[in-house]
């Protein structure tokens, strides 16, 4: 029975977590009910709490998970050479991490100003981690006199706003593949940072 | 009284719709009832339907007078001189109107997937005659030699979420003017369309 137990909440938290995820990018987090959660996965609603914590936990949950998965990633990343080879190597990386879950992206985006201030601070400073690996390839870049910037703090947003903006249009049936659309980018970036 | 009821809804009107604006944007549109913008503004909840429409009607009306604004002031702005000057002008234009309509530009870009799909498909062709001014911009410098771009298309949404961009960051007492930040976003444009 502990067996059980134990298998039952290995699976059933993370299904949860999904079907949370899937349900707030689709409606929003505002309006979407514990009960709308725990119906998708066939849980009771008051045995939820055994499994995951309250809707605002279970928000910052998904979002901190979607940035140490995101960190992580990057970190594995096979960098190409010199500044120039990690800004490419970030250009790619950054756009396939982000066209493959566009369910997580969008609650990132979306829903920050739902975050409780304690949970905030916490996800704020994952995503300043993820800025400043790409400032410190732009810094890096300038000061080898490789990359031509008058402010890499703000040409760090600028790039990130543009290369996430791909998930808004992307669509895998259009007319450009994911490696073409990221080779395209690329070819931009690469302009803008005056490399 | 002909006249007392015509001021009213004169006031009343925009009144609410400012309201609705600012509680969509703090709150999100799902999150905020016609009782509360009602209470905002202090009209009796059943007297709303005098001045506006549902909660739906509302946010289209919204969106739509800000995509239409937007298309507005751009066809008024003074472009300088060939492709370069237009695009320069364009990218002055995003940022100073975006950075002046917070809360409009924030309810824009959430609040999308909260449309009806009859109201979306009118938002949505808005929103692309605005993509088409910059596109025809980026194809005319691409005609004339003065660009260097091997997708105009891609190069139009990538131009527009970096610029866009900068109202997820900017604040007034940060360490730049707007005017600084425009300057530099231009220096990354026209390097990124090869210029």
Do not use: C
């Not at 009910?33 to 995951?52: C, D, F, K, P, S």
């Amino acid at each position: 029975m502990a067996r059980t137990s134990g298998s039952h909440s290995e699976i059933t938290g993370p299904r949860l977590r999904e079907a949370a995820q899937r349900l707030f990018a689709r409606h929003g987090y505002a309006a979407v009910t514990m009960r709308q959660i725990a119906a998708e996965v066939g849980v009771q609603a008051g045995a939820l709490y055994n499994y995951i914590p309250d809707k605002q936990g279970l928000l910052a949950d998904l979002m901190r998970a979607h940035l140490e998965d995101l960190l992580a990633a990057w970190a594995d990343e096979p960098r190409g050479e010199g500044p120039l080879g990690a800004l490419e190597a970030f250009t790619r990386f950054h756009i396939r991490f982000h066209l493959e879950r566009p369910d997580a992206v969008f609650i990132a985006y979306m829903e920050l100003r739902n975050l409780a201030p304690e949970n905030f601070a916490g996800i704020e400073a994952l995503r300043k981690r993820y800025e400043t690996e790409l400032e410190d390839i732009l810094r890096a870049g300038q000061a080898a006199g490789v990359f031509d910037l008058p402010d890499t703090k703000l040409a760090t947003l600028a790039v990130i706003a543009m290369l996430t903006g791909v998930t808004t249009w992307y669509r895998d049936a259009g007319r450009l593949s994911r490696e073409r659309v990221a080779g395209l980018y690329w070819d931009m970036v690469r302009k803008a940072v005056g490399a």
